[in-house]
């Protein structure tokens, strides 16, 4: 398992430090679980799937990152996690998260996770997975987020190793006066990988701030959809949503991007730029000496990174 | 004699609705710095992008040779590979590659200690930039001074470079052309597209384009008298020239007469 968390970009040595918090689960078990001061991880491993309520007191500025590993080294399987974060009014924390499933052939990673931002607290959380090369597994994230008055929340999902089989995820916040949630998700499909992305942020509090970020590039017969709502419900809200998506080879790529304006002093804006990579951006790095198929891994890679 | 780097032979290129090279013949020397000269649209970079192979610039007619090897029909990396690179006139943004990442890409044998050098000569400090994205963050004056970093660290043999002082700032332009110089002494060949007259005085020899094609070659000097004589004033056909601005007034805005040969 360790093995696996370190391709999927962890460090197997955080997870032994006392002074970092962590929790490793594999498949329904629940293999280790490290609290510091503030934070507390409870799990509770049931049929069917694991609970994990994490829970950072009030004003805890949580100085190392939280470390979260989830996955499965069989080939077949299920994994269930119903996740709560409750951050405290004033904490700061942080969360890394890495989710490996090297073996996949035949699996579902199902995760349902709420999420609670207390008054003028901040939540970083980022995701990032490794899968193995066949793509024979499911990734179905769903997240409901509450960002209350002054909180902020960050988001960050990566799926840019291996294959990504079929995912989906679903999000949605609602961000109270002065909050801000920013999702940024990245994904990398190939084959015939099918990524489906449908995020909703609802801008209710005056002034509450909303950022969507999305980078897809899929090849060969690879699918993909973002769908993004953002809602600016309030005076002085601001929503932007931003979908770049790259497509090579038979792959195809659809974005839909939904503004919803209940105040006339909100303003909600949207970029998305689908299709192949730029001729110039291609032929600048060919006359650096790359052949094609280099060039356009670089700019992916950037991309995806971006 | 040695024989020159770069030859272009009666080089013509058609994109939809014009011809934009016609019958283009020049030469570019070993360690030359050579400045292509002309007015706007009178196909510079159309020549810069067609000698480095881009899509769209391939030649109906003509060949272009690369120290004796044909290149005309080559593709873009080919031609990279021999030693040839352009730094394009407004270059592409990269989102998401780090500025150090993208130097190494053209370089032989990466080397943390050549891409501080680079940026160093286009007085960039390597702390700051090295970890930068080469995207839309960057200024426009950041961005052309990185360019010409990349083209520096990855020692060509012939270097192209399109406009390379436009949206610099007046105080890196001795930088620029420092590098320039520098690089002929390093023994690149340099083909400079310029319309600054404080850039072409760093060329050994010049060619001058009017109307797609080469109307005049040969020492600096000549060619950019050749340019006051044979271009006049004209107020309102191609508008403002930045050579008789930046020039102080010596040429004041001229517009050539076209295929004007003697």
Redesign the interface.
Known sequence: MLDAYEKAGGRPDVLEARRVASAVIHAHDVLAVNEIEGVTIETEAREGGVRARINVAPGTKVEHPVHLCFGVTASEGLQVIDSEFEIGEGAEVGFLAHCTFPNAVELKHVMDARIHVGPGATMRYREAHYHGPEGGIEVLPTTHAQVDEDGRLEIEFDLTEGRVGRMAIEFDADVAANGVAELVSRAYGSADDDISVNEIVRLNGEGARGFTKTRVAVRDQAKSEITTTAEGNAPGARGHMDC?EIVRGRAEARNVPIVVVRDDRARVTHEAAIGSV????L??????????EQAVD??I?????? | MKQDLLQVEALSVQRPGAEVLRGVNMTVGRAEIHALLGLNGSGKTSLALAL?G??GYRPEQGRITLDGHDITHL???E???LG???A?QA???????PVADYLA??MEEPSRERIQEALEAVALAPKAYMGR?V?QALSGGERKRIELA?VYA?RPRLAILDEPDSGVDVLCLEDVITLIRRMADEGCSVLLITHRDEMARVADQASLMCGGTVVDSGPPDKVREYFARRCRPHGDLLGSQPWGEEAGGTYQRVVAEGMCDE
């Open positions: 770049t730029g001729k110039k951006e032929e600048t790095l060919m006359a650096r000496g790359l052949d094609e670089v700019i890679r950037g991309m995806l990174r971006g | 480095m881009a899509e593709s873009v990396t031609r990279a590979r040839l690179t352009l394009w270059p592409a943004r990269f989102e998401g590659l890409l053209g994205s995207d990349a990855m």
